[in-house]
């Protein structure tokens, strides 16, 4: 009996609409169910793949809905990194929206880094935010979201 094909969990909320974009196209065309999570409602188009699913608003919920959803070689698309920690160590895979695998090898130092510029920033240092999202961004993500894709349709 083939494995059933993996689940795509979307956190939603901090999601660039041209990565939700991407990846509405890329779960029609690939026919991979997914969910955009987040804490307030979604305008997304028809489809039997995407569906929303909106959580209570509150800190982390989308998260939490995420970490008890996700199973075992489903992907998480974030870039929370305790949200991908959580969620890595629970057997899922996880990508940013840049196109970043998160793995059980880097997700530890990158949230030791995280937490080192929080304890900055608490401080009253100014620290760096993220960089705007790029047309090289953009490109990177849907192309590490289609490898994804193609080596589980194979499996």
């Given at each position: 009996m083939p494995t059933p094909k993996p689940t795509l969990w979307i956190d939603a909320d901090a999601c660039p609409r041209?990565?939700?974009?991407?990846?509405?196209?890329?779960?029609?065309?690939?026919?991979?169910?997914?969910?955009?999570?987040?804490?307030?409602?979604?305008?997304?188009p028809p489809s039997a793949w995407v569906k929303s699913r909106t959580v209570a608003?509150?800190?982390?919920?989308?998260?939490?809905?995420?970490?008890e959803a996700a199973t075992a070689g489903d992907l998480v698309i974030t870039s929370d990194l305790p949200l991908a920690q959580e969620v890595i160590e629970r057997g899922a895979e996880v990508m940013t929206t840049r196109g970043e695998r998160l793995?059980?090898?880097?997700?530890?130092?990158?949230?030791?880094?995280?937490?080192?510029?929080?304890?900055?920033?608490?401080?009253?240092?100014?620290?760096?935010?993220?960089?705007?999202?790029?047309?090289?961004?953009?490109?990177?993500?849907?192309?590490a979201l289609d490898r994804w894709l193609q080596r589980h349709a194979r499996s």
């Open positions: 041209v990565a939700r974009d991407i990846i509405i196209r890329a779960a029609e065309r690939t026919h991979t169910q997914t969910w955009m999570v987040a804490n307030h409602a979604l305008r997304l608003q509150g800190f982390d919920a989308a998260d939490n809905a995420i970490v793995t059980l090898d880097n997700i530890k130092s990158r949230v030791q880094m995280r937490d080192f510029m929080e304890t900055l920033r608490a401080s009253g240092e100014h620290t760096q935010g993220p960089n705007a999202y790029t047309d090289g961004d953009r490109r990177e993500f849907a192309n």
